[in-house]
């Protein structure tokens, strides 16, 4: 078999018995075989994110019997997380997620080494790290990550094996090899601040990191086994739609005009880019000039009698989670609605985070309605400081 990416060279070793019997139905296909499997007890593979899709990811990896895994998190497991991150179980909740997927990892495959790495990906690290792998498959959920990780392979010579989901839709790709596109051959530069919505605000089918992280599996272990380039996702962008079970492919081109791995590079050196998108920008854009009110503030006027016309902005299924009894316009269906609100009263807008109820406050200030107040925080700070028994989601 040819190879299309630095491959790890077995090391001079052999497998136990007890590795023999763990791996027989590897062994019996002569795809992998004796030699395979030792390839893959040779190997490193650097998981980014034990969320979603590094949960697949891990365990097959663990499972298969690659050698050494390495999973990049800071986070904590959260309940909202447990609906499709199956690393952790509901006793983890509150635990660092490197410590509970570490524990998994070991109960499926004690043999597999685990190095831990508990810090956010940044500029300042990423090449350390990804030098100490030979493959990085991708689990991350935002673009500042996605645009880094991309770049610490091009710049490191390591395959970038990427996958991102959002609601019913995903993506997998390999990325970065000798001859293969880059991230950035596709997508030059990330989305303009704000225009991408998280996984947190867009929701997510619980399975679909699922399918697409054994994707992603997949195409790691043929990458260390050595498939020829031609089976591999290797200028092959595969898309999933769960809703309607179709898998299509968008025939990929390394470009020669790509700024960090074209002929020209003009990146020599990885980017921060959560200064330009993502939270960070969101929160700043919301905050400025925009009238605004706490949770402590709407309460104390609601108590008092005050005459407070609340309108939620938010989605009718959203709405059935919990709400404040507000009035409910979906903001994509302001403009056509806006009839229905009197902009002689107060008006107090708010939607999950704040983040929607900005952009609607944005829009009647310019229609014409002059006491219209963001909630800040949105029915989430309600939630945690007002109603602690109100659901959050
Ligand atoms: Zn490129």
Redesign the pocket.
């Known amino acids: 078999m040819k190879a299309v990416s630095p491959k790890s060279e077995a090391k001079a070793g052999s497998l136990s018995k007890e590795e023999v019997q763990r791996y027989s139905r590897h062994l019996l296909l002569p795809e992998v075989g004796m030699e395979g499997q030792l390839k893959l007890k040779a190997a490193k593979v650097l998981c980014i994110g034990a969320g979603g899709l590094g949960s697949p990811l891990s365990m097959y990896l663990a499972a298969a019997g690659v050698g050494t895994l390495g999973l990049v998190d800071f986070d904590v497991v959260d309940f909202t997380n447990l609906q499709r991150q199956i690393l952790h179980s509901t006793a983890d909740v509150g635990r660092k997620k490197l410590d509970s997927a570490a524990e998994t990892l070991a109960g499926i495959n004690p043999q597999v080494e685990v190095r831990k790495f508990e810090a956010k990906l940044t500029s300042a690290n990423a090449l350390e790290i990804f030098r100490q792998f030979d493959i990085v498959a991708d689990g991350t959920d935002n673009f500042p990550t996605r645009y880094l990780v991309?770049d610490a392979c091009?710049l490191t010579g390591k395959p970038n094996v990427y996958g991102s989901i959002f609601r019913f839709e995903g993506q997998a790709s390999v990325?970065?090899t000798k001859d293969g596109?880059?991230?950035?051959?596709?997508y030059p530069d990330p989305p303009p601040p704000g225009l991408v919505p998280s996984c947190a605000e867009g929701g997510v089918l619980g399975i679909l990191p699922g399918l697409v992280g054994v994707i992603q599996a997949t195409e790691t272990i043929k990458l260390i086994l050595g498939a020829e380039r031609e089976q591999s996702l290797v200028g092959r962008l595969l898309m999933v739609d769960a809703m309607g079970m179709k898998f299509r492919e968008l025939k990929l081109r390394?470009?020669p005009e790509?700024?960090?791995?074209?002929l020209n590079p003009t990146i020599h050196e990885l980017i921060d880019y959560q200064e330009f998108c993502g939270v960070r920008a969101e929160e700043a854009s919301m905050t400025t000039g925009m009238p605004a009110i706490e949770v402590e503030e709407l309460k104390r006027k609601l108590d008092a009698g005050e005459d407070v016309f609340i309108l939620d902005v938010r989605e009718p299924h959203e709405y059935q989670i919990c709400n404040l009894q507000g009035h409910l316009i979906p903001l994509g269906d302001l403009p056509k609605r806006v009839q229905e609100l009197d902009s002689s009263r107060e008006i107090v807008a708010h939607c999950r985070s704040g983040k929607r109820s900005a952009d609607a406050v944005e829009f009647l200030q310019k229609a014409g309605f002059h006491k219209v107040w963001n909630l800040t925080g949105g029915i989430l700070a309600w939630a945690d400081r007002i109603d602690p028994k109100m659901p959050k989601y």
């Open positions: 991309n091009v990325f970065a596109p880059c991230y950035r051959c596709l390394k470009n790509c700024p960090v791995c074209g």
